[in-house]
């Protein structure tokens, strides 16, 4: 009768553990889908912008790079 105690808490503690496992998994990959998705495009099509509007004189040239690199 003790046996079958034990493999009970041990089927319900993976139950439980395994359950734990999947919920944090399935957060991080909705985070990460929501990221990848919606932030990185509308950061994508800012940079764009931002790169075509900015004036020429404040664009680096390579001279300014260089020096400016270690």
């Known amino acids: 009768m003790r046996a079958f105690f034990t493999i009970?808490?041990?089927?319900?503690a993976a139950i439980v553990g395994v359950s734990?496992?999947?919920?944090?998994?399935?957060i991080?990959?909705?985070?990460a889908g929501f990221?990848?998705?919606k932030?990185?495009?509308?950061i994508l099509i800012g940079y764009v912008v931002?790169?075509?509007v900015a004036p020429r004189s404040?664009?680096?040239e390579n001279a300014d790079r260089d020096w400016l690199e270690p």
């Not at 009970?8 to 319900?12: A, E, M, T």
């Not at 734990?20 to 399935?26: A, E, P, R, S």
């Not at 991080?28 to 985070?31: S, V």
């Open 39 to 42: 932030v990185a495009p509308l």
């Open 20 to 26: 734990v496992v999947m919920t944090l998994l399935g």
């Open 35 to 37: 990221l990848l998705f």
């Open 58 to 60: 404040k664009r680096l």
């Open 8 to 12: 009970l808490l041990v089927g319900l």
């Open 28 to 31: 991080a990959l909705g985070i």
């Open 50 to 52: 931002a790169r075509l």
